[in-house]
């Protein structure tokens, strides 16, 4: 059926799409190691362990990485800024009230809301915008959950990337330049951005017309109390912050515009991120040995993601490959294009996100995101980079087959409000004129159940239990002020 659509689709011969060599420089194809034909092994655990020695799994994604504990000074102070809303422009957002601990890292919305809020504290389901407008930032939150875990590239359409030669580009330099100014890791020159977003958190009348490096230092010096900004916080509020700081940094008499400055604040923040490690799931323990660490449709579920398309699987790590579910590269899957779309620099403002081309100028990138890890999908969603599906199953079933999923997608599951999914399948047709990078085949409901029971096994116990996830969240202000107290749609503390 999705045949004839598309053809329609070949037909609109649409942005040059149609000639775009499979691969690129930056797309390294993966190879079926030699396996086990499916059948040849009626053992489930004996083909399973099989793939797992041929793709290298080990079952620890953390391995050389050393993240910080969250009881660390730095990361202790990072968690406060990042539940501050004295980092929002208007004093009106903070980094918690999109990523937050209880949602996943996320904000359970398919298109984050960050200023313009009716109810700034209200976070997931319930939040909305005030006056009902369209949400402006035109893609879903991903989880903070093992960021420090991205070795290559941050963000959606990767535009903070670490370079072979050692640096970080950023949106701050031209693609593909170091900024001398990234920081120490990827994780750290992201936490650099937010602040100077006006959907996200800076607004429009904060220093309008300011740079990105200026909005960040009178930040500083609002939290520290000096310079241009002096006054915007109480004195025992800054005397808070001096104090936290003092702290973290272990100097004593260090002074607020030497201590308080944009790089220690966005070093704190990314200390504390970086602490969010969720690894210890039960498909980490089967990979390490324990054959009872995950249910038989989990297995099942695990020998179709392994298999090669067509061989009694869907190759899904050819692209959610590694002990972190993901090769960092970027790829066109036909997700349907819901939202306002993201316009960059002379792009055509047609409403549509073109990803990764946004960033390299290639068209050879359109319309291709970053694969995402599969760590805790089960709380991460809505899923797809604009958070289009809002059941797993949903995305699950675009993932085997994403013609007929794609073309066939119900936006009635979008509950969100005003999400613009307007000529939908004008837009699915112009997408899918470019090459769309998964393969599609027939799969069973059967199919689909235990691919969920095995993505449900990538889940660490810990991020859905409040107890555990407790030393992530500051219990009150401590004399900060402005501290975000989430609640829940229905007005609760989360
Ligand atoms: C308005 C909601 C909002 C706020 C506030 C916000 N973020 Fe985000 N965050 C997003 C969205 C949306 C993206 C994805 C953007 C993209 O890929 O283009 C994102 C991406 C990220 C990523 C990259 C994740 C990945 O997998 O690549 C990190 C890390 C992150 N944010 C941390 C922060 C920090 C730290 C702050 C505060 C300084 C913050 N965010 C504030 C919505 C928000
Ligand atoms: C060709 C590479 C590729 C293959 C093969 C692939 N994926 Fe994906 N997957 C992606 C990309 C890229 C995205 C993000 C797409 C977007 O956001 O627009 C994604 C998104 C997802 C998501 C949503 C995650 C999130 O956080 O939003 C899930 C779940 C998923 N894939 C599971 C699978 C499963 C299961 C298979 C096999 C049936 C599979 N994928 C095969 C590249 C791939």
New binding site residues.
């Given amino acids: 059926m999705w045949k004839s659509i598309l053809t329609v689709g070949m037909a609109l011969t649409l942005g040059g799409c149609l000639d775009i060599p499979e691969q690129t420089s930056e797309t390294t194809r993966w190879q079926n190691p030699p396996l086990p034909g499916p059948g040849n092994s009626p053992d489930a655990d004996t083909e399973l362990r099989t793939l797992i020695s041929a793709f290298k799994l080990t079952g620890d994604p953390v391995r050389e990485i050393q993240p910080p504990a969250i009881t660390s000074p730095k990361a202790r102070l990072g968690m406060k800024l ?1 539940f501050s809303r004295a ?1 929002g422009g208007d004093m009106d ?3 918690a ?3 937050h601990p209880l949602l996943g890292g996320g ?1 359970e919305l398919s298109l ?3 200023v313009g809020a009716r109810n700034l504290e209200i976070l997931g389901h319930g939040r909305k915008t005030a006056n009902r407008e369209p949400p402006q ?1 035109p ?6 959950f093992n ?1 420090a875990l ?1 070795q290559q590239h ?4 990767g535009r903070i990337a670490a370079l072979a030669d050692g640096g970080i580009t950023t949106p701050d330099v031209p693609w593909p330049q170091p900024d001398p100014e990234a920081g120490r890791n990827l ?1 750290q020159a ?2 650099r951005f ?2 100077t977003s006006s ?3 800076r607004g429009e009348n904060f220093d309008p017309d300011g740079t990105n490096q200026s909005c960040r230092r009178l930040i500083a010096e609002r939290l520290g109390g000096y310079g241009s900004r002096q006054g915007e916080l109480s004195s025992r509020e800054t005397a808070y912050w001096l104090e936290q700081f003092r702290n973290a940094w272990n100097t004593p008499d260090g002074l607020p515009n030497t201590l308080i400055t944009e790089q220690n604040i966005s070093i704190a ?1 990314s200390e504390y ?1 970086r602490s969010q490690v969720f690894v210890a799931n039960p498909w980490s323990a089967y990979v390490q040995g324990d054959n009872a660490a995950i249910s038989e449709q989990a297995k099942k579920g695990a020998l179709l993601f392994y298999r090669p398309a067509g061989s009694g699987g869907y190759g899904c790590v050819n692209c959610h490959s590694g002990d972190f579910f993901t090769d960092e590269q970027f790829y066109h899957t036909l997700m349907p294009p819901v939202g306002p779309g993201k316009q960059v620099g002379n792009m055509p403002d047609d409403g549509l996100d073109r990803g990764r081309e946004l960033v390299t100028g290639k068209s050879v990138d359109r319309f291709r995101f970053r694969t995402p890890s599969l760590l805790n999908v089960e709380v991460t969603g809505p899923w797809g ?1 604009n958070g289009a599906y809002t059941t797993l199953a949903g995305v699950i079933r675009h993932m085997m087959d994403p013609f007929l999923n794609g073309l066939n997608y119900d936006r009635k599951q979008v509950l969100q409000q005003n999400i613009q999914s307007d000529e939908l399948q004008e837009r699915m047709r112009y997408i899918l004129a470019c090459d769309v990078q998964l393969p599609g085949q027939d799969y069973s409901g059967e199919d689909v159940q235990h691919m969920l029971a095995f993505l449900l096994s990538l889940t660490d116990p810990c991020v859905k239990d409040k107890a555990c996830m407790a030393p992530w969240i500051p219990a009150d202000d401590g004399g900060s002020g402005l501290h975000l107290q989430a609640r829940g749609p229905d007005g609760r503390p989360l």
């Fill in positions: 990042f980092l957002v903070a980094c009230s999109c990523h904000d984050s809301i960050g930032v893609r879903n939150a991903p989880t903070t960021i991205w941050i963000f959606h359409d994780v992201q936490a937010p602040l959907h996200e958190m923040l991120e980079h």
